[in-house]
């Protein structure tokens, strides 16, 4: 006949099985449970932020879009090389001895864009020394901006001897200084 | 009877139990089904967020690209400017030099100016001009300077020197004028009341 020893003992040894499987299975559950809610709190926060996130990439699109578009109609192409060949064949005029006496094309050697290297654009200057008329040097200057590359008209001189000046159509002894801008490729410039 | 009793509380002890073991389980599974929806979504967001600093990798290279772009070339083109000088000219106004240097900068010699030098940034570019010639009166080379002072964005317009000149046994007016246009800001050149080809025609013909 059990004793009432024996059901104490019995009934601790009850509790401890049933502590023990609490502290085994129940509670690493819950905690595993508590951790994944938190988990989905924080994820639920960052999605509570998807429409922001979304409007944010839509407001950003739209406004590559207009650089892109902006860059595209507002400005010109800088080519990798000054291709200063092709730029004077686009420039030269005809030298026909009424409207232009002569003129001549000379090109320097390439130096930054922009003083100080402060960008990766270079610029080759390119003087061009003429004797014609005003009209002649300024379809040469209106020439250079309007290509479709850029070139920086730097300088215009023009004068006038006026003891040598015919009476229609005088001839300006006129420089128009010209950088051509061109943005080499990385490792050529670090060469 | 005691017998009885402990068995029961024993049961009711495993009941408790399984009940709360069942509930943890069925309380992760619950939670976990949820994480595996809310994943699903919150992969959105991460390629939002990707997507979105892309987009701000691009804006930046492209505003940098536009910036350069605008400290290399110029915000106005030189033969407006002449257009413009040649339509401000007023009837009796011949010109016979005329000189436009767009590759000068601003030289300051405050303190201040020392000091934005020392840190690197360029002095602001400025466009200097000067034009010479003959007017049959100080009126008329007057005239050309209010002009052009009235006109963006032509400023600094002084004149340098008036004297007497001969010009084909005529006494005329030489003078000189200088100008200056900052070269840091957009423009759009005005064009005068009169018409270019009208204006360069009577600088030709004035010879």
Known sequence: ?191 | MRMGQFIAAAAVGVLLFVALATHARFSLRAAEAELATVTVHADQVLATEAKAAELVRELNELRSFSEMYHQTALPLELSAVMATLVNALPESVTLDQLDLDASGRMVARSPRAKDVRATGDLPPRVLSGQISGFAASDQQIAELVSRLEATPPFRNVSLDFSRTRDVRKHLAREFRLSFKIDLETPYQVAKAGRQRSAALEEIANAH
């Not at chain 1, 479709?148 to 004068?159: A, I, P």
């Open chain 1, 1 to 191: 006949m059990p004793t009432s020893k024996h059901f104490l003992f019995a009934a601790m040894g009850l509790v401890a099985m049933l502590a023990l499987g609490v502290v085994v299975f129940v509670v690493p559950t819950y905690r595993q449970a508590a951790t994944v809610r938190e988990r989905i709190g924080d994820l639920r926060a960052r999605i509570a932020n998807l429409e922001h996130s979304t409007q944010d990439v839509e407001r950003l699109t739209a406004e590559v879009a207009q650089q892109r578009l902006r860059i595209e109609r507002e400005f010109k192409i800088i080519p990798e090389s000054a291709d200063i060949a092709s730029l004077i064949r686009k420039l030269s005029l005809p030298v026909d001895q009424t409207m232009v006496r002569d003129q001549t094309f000379t090109a320097g050697s390439p130096g930054d864009a922009i003083p100080g290297g402060a960008s990766p654009l270079q610029a080759i200057p390119l003087m061009v020394d003429m004797e014609a008329t005003f009209d002649s040097v300024f379809a040469l200057v209106r020439s250079a901006e309007s290509v479709d590359r850029l070139v920086r008209v730097s300088s215009v001189r023009m004068m006038c001897k006026r003891d040598e000046a015919q009476n229609d159509r005088p001839i300006l002894k006129a420089t128009v200084s010209l950088d051509a801008i061109f943005e080499p490729p990385r490792n050529m410039k670090e060469q």
